[in-house]
């Protein structure tokens, strides 16, 4: 499992994965912490989002995917 570098995002921790399957095809997967000095932070995990031909595109889609959840969110 390949993991980028966590991001900041809009008050999020953004941290994208990627898993090969034994397909080869690689799921795309993701972590978010929304850290809040008057709460505890919260943690969301997302598996298998989509999947994708390579791991780069499932990275770049994880990433696609948290900003536009953020940005929903309000």
């Not at 809009?10 to 994208?16: E, H």
């Not at 929304?34 to 770049?60: C, I, K, M, P």
Request: aromatic share 16%; hydrophobic share 35%.
């Amino acid at each position: 499992m390949n993991v980028s570098v966590d991001r900041q995002y809009r008050g999020y921790a953004v941290c994208p994965s990627a898993h090969r399957m034994p397909d080869g095809c690689f799921s795309s997967n993701l972590m978010l912490e929304r850290f809040n000095a008057e709460v505890a932070s919260t943690l969301y995990e997302f598996y298998s989002l989509d999947y994708f031909a390579s791991e780069d595109e499932a990275l770049r889609y994880s990433s696609r995917w948290a900003r536009n959840w953020i940005d929903t969110r309000g």
